[in-house]
């Protein structure tokens, strides 16, 4: 991996972009930055990280043999990376809420963005954002009562916190990260991530709405597929649900 840094940027999903269009990126280009004045979420939502006291990172990646409709499942990897990292550097227990949101003490910890380029329904280039709360102290009102950081959770636990470090926790989700990407390619599937996931799945076993565009219905969540879907159990019959149709949310709050 080819890593570069920046003190401050608009967005490392934005950077990897421009330089897309400039001309050759190496594939595994990561671009990291200490300050992001226009970093994105899933939903379009803007947000702006202090200097210094989170991950704000991107990789350039050229999965070309991978269809188009399976390009959101690296967004799931990248999920699996970072609960790695955060439990193996610093002992934390981490949890998933389908889809992608990494959880620990039930408040989120990290956020991930996907971005694909396709021309005539073929994969270009995939670029993969990954923001990490890591010396937050404090939130925006909106979310402070469902966000955490590294340094909150350790301190919970009664662990120091002098031995986290933004670089450190990056390249090791990156590294994570490329170990299932590669395995992802050769099965073209989430086989090999789904143990871990699952062993992970807040939602599992607990009632779900779940916010299709046709009706919402609760049902009860089961697990994860190794295509990315949720499967929920509704009137005795298991249905597939898609992050890109609809919208999982838990009944009594965040989780």
């Given at each position: 991996m080819n890593y570069i840094y920046y003190d401050e940027i608009d967005s490392t999903n934005n950077e990897i972009k421009r330089k897309l269009?400039?001309?050759?990126?190496?594939?595994?280009?990561?671009?990291?930055?200490?300050?992001?004045?226009?970093?994105?979420?899933?939903?379009?939502?803007?947000?702006?990280?202090?200097?210094?006291?989170?991950?704000?990172?991107s990789i350039a990646l050229y999965p070309?043999?991978?269809?188009?409709?399976?390009?959101?499942r690296l967004t799931l990897i990248a999920a699996v990376a970072v609960a790695e990292?955060?439990?193996?550097?610093?002992?934390?227990?981490?949890a998933i809420k389908?889809?992608?949101d990494i959880l620990v003490s039930n408040k989120k910890i990290c956020g991930i963005l996907t971005e694909?380029?396709?021309?005539?329904?073929?994969v270009e280039n995939v670029v993969v954002g990954?923001?990490?709360?890591?010396?937050?102290?404090?939130?925006?009102?909106?979310?402070?009562?469902?966000a955490i950081s590294v340094d909150q959770a350790l301190e919970q636990m009664g662990k120091p916190t002098d031995n986290v470090h933004c670089k450190e926790l990056t390249e090791a989700i990156w590294e994570c990260f490329l170990t299932h990407y590669q395995e992802f390619l050769r099965q073209q599937d989430l086989s090999e991530?789904?143990?871990?996931?699952?062993?992970?799945?807040?939602n599992k076993g607990r009632v779900v709405k779940v916010l299709d565009p046709k009706g919402a219905y609760e049902a009860v969540a089961k697990e994860m597929t190794k295509t990315g879907e949720l499967l929920v159990e509704k009137d005795e019959k298991l249905i597939s649900v898609d992050s890109g149709e609809v919208s999982v949310r838990g009944i009594y709050g965040y989780v």
């Open positions: 269009l400039e001309g050759d990126v190496p594939e595994f280009t990561v671009i990291s930055a200490g300050r992001q004045t226009a970093g994105r979420g899933r939903s379009g939502h803007d947000w702006e990280s202090p200097k210094d006291v989170s991950v704000a990172t070309r043999e991978v269809s188009c409709e399976a390009v959101p990292a955060l439990e193996k550097l610093y002992g934390l227990k981490t389908w889809p992608n694909l380029s396709a021309k005539d329904n073929h990954i923001g990490v709360n890591v010396h937050n102290r404090t939130f925006p009102e909106e979310i402070s009562h469902m991530i789904l143990d871990f996931y699952n062993a992970r799945l807040i």
